[in-house]
């Protein structure tokens, strides 16, 4: 045993390994979340663990290669060991001109001609849409824009627009932030702007491309045969689109932890893959033409899904496997998860920002490097050893995503290990199918009663999720427990999985990994407290929103802001439910997104501009709605301003001082009339998109939302 090899070394995961951090040093340099020291700092000690690495190989050569287990271990060690360093070096450089061309993007303030393409859909609910627009031109008056990324729509149209659409619309574009994850999610696909048009505005025509045409001709034939929700779940296992679906079925399925069915990923290639290789078997065809046709497929089916990174990292894997198989290579899945991940990053760095990808990556490395020993301990203690595979799997699955889905959806399924017990064989049927059937029905339309099949299996999963979302307490909500948790996470997983003796101190290290994992994730889920009286300000992009804090209630001051941008707001701050929300800027074509703030942050009560009155918002808000322009609590007096018919501002009273909080939506008449009489205040919360010119000329202390900090307490 003295002689046993320590670790097991793979080159493409250090390469890997390297690359990934190499990407996430260059974002932070270049976005100054690091200054030059520390730039310079993270160089050097990556230096320094490859000279470390290289002379322990070294020292230790002589005895390496005279050991049984430990032939090779030096030339892997040093390769591995200059190959992160490369690899480490490469991913900074590689995110230079991405990351340039994100900080030289041009900000528009005038409203402008927008005209683009419908490149994908977002969401599709009762009082608005979501889509994406590529190939983008905007005219300013006899000025002429090219937009070089995609621009995020969101519309109040109810006409139908279809993929492939050619817009057009009046509107101002508003550059997404950097600096919120959301939106450098969104950057990372491409999408640098959002903009708001009205229905009154819209004029498509059609365009045409390849992969719009087909995605559009199947959801014609799933909804001429299916109902609405049906088709709409359908066209979301094929092409990962959730464009169509209602937020009752999000959230029934987010609810149940099966959300990931409606996203194509591994679990929707392994199936496709197996049923794939078993025709081609059939087909009795020579290895290389087998292999090329599996290989076109994959691509195919990755191209109509808009080659998302789960769809790209399964489909690479898959073809890797092929080759293995049939040209008798050994297999190694570790390695073929980390081949995968330097192709997406050589071609797409920001990939790694974006959900998908973290979250299609760490479920394949769960099942390859926790999974194993979560197994093990089941068969140890005489489970079965098919339901120990699939418990661990599960188990595994769910504790390594589960600091990203925390710190992403602000919450987690505690009944997702048992559900997809259930779902997921019924999922590999429906999956077939649906492929098979809507195949048949697109080329044969008459045939498409046979959807009818998987209909029933749909069905089932409905009803199986609609049942476990009656069961209280069915999800966890935390706060942003960060990135430190994963980081710690995969590391008790590869000390697991490449630490190859099973002397006592690896399980030394594994247990007090453990108990580091279990504090972090405590201390991090304790809310914060704040003082009986007190505003808590955070930087908010395009929205007038803060916290007042009274006596144990908490008030949401404005409702202005999307769902997303206020769960990043609530984790930073540490703020686990909001009790009432103060409306003042309340839009009606904004209804959906508040009553998901509603939901939330299980909000009890809603207070409201009086212009609107209470018949009109009551059946429409899932909370006890108030309509009045006069709000006291004990300590707090809020005073909603108005201006021709139109709420632009609330005026608060408390004993910290006299507030006003502009409506971001104000037009400059507006923020006139508010410059002219109503700046007798201690401070003004505002925006620096609006009309203030010379407003320090009213000697009020101004706070700027774009300048206020991660957290501000007044």
Known sequence: MKDRRLLNIRFLFSVFLGLMMGIIIGKLFLLQDINLFGFVFAILLCCALMVCGIVYARKTNSFNESSRFRKGFGFNLISSCIGMFSAFCVGIVILIAPMTHINSLPDFENEMVITGQICDYVDNEATYKKFVLKECVCVDGE???????????????YEQVQLGDIVSFCGTLELLDKRNSNDFNCMSSGIYYSTYMSSSTIDASVGFNARDYIKNYVDGVLHENLNQDNADISYSIL???????????????????????????????????????????????????????????????????MFSPSVCRASIMAIVLAVCKLFYFEYDSISSLSLAGIVILLISPLSLFSVSFQLSF?????????????????????????????????????????????????????????????????????????????LVSCIIPPLGFLLAIPNLFLHLIKYFADYVCRIPFGVFKAFNVGYWLLAMMVL???????????????????????????SVFIVSSLPKNYSNVSFVLSRQRASSVCIYVENDMTILVGSNIKKYNLMNMMKRLKVKSIDTIVAFDL?????DELNDIIEFCDTSCVYVPQVYGYDQLASSINSNVISTNNIEFDNCYMNIVEYKSNSIALEIVSELGTVLLANTENNKSENVYLFENCFDVDYALLNKRGYWAEIESKNVDILYFEEIGECVTM
């Open 143 to 157: 000025s002429e824009y090219s937009i070089s990324g995609k621009i995020l729509v969101y519309s109040s149209n």
């Open 239 to 305: 092409f990962g689109d959730k464009y169509g679906l209602s937020q009752e079925i999000k959230y029934m399925f987010s609810y149940s932890g099966i959300s990931h069915i409606l996203a194509v990923s591994g679990l929707h290639i392994s199936v496709l893959v197996g049923v794939l290789w078993f025709l081609l078997d059939k087909l009795k065809l020579n290895r290389y033409a087998k292999l090329i046709i599996f290989a076109l497929f994959l691509l195919f089916y990755a191209y109509l899904c």
């Open 362 to 438: 760490l479920c394949i490395f769960a099942i390859i490097a926790f999974a194993p020993a979560i197994r093990n301990i089941f068969i140890t203690i005489k489970m079965p050893k098919a339901l120990s595979e699939v418990f661990a799997i599960s188990i595994a699955v769910n504790v390594v995503i589960l600091p990203v889905c925390l710190n992403v959806f602000s919450q987690v399924s505690l009944l997702g290990i048992l559900s997809n017990l259930i779902v997921l064989p019924i999922f590999s049927i429906l999956y077939v199918l649906l492929f098979t059937m809507v």
């Open 492 to 518: 008790l997983a590869l000390l697991i999985h490449f630490l190859m003796t099973k002397h006592i101190g690896k399980m030394i290290s594994i247990v007090l990994l453990s108990l580091c994992i279990c």
């Open 587 to 591: 839009q009606i074509n904004q209804l």
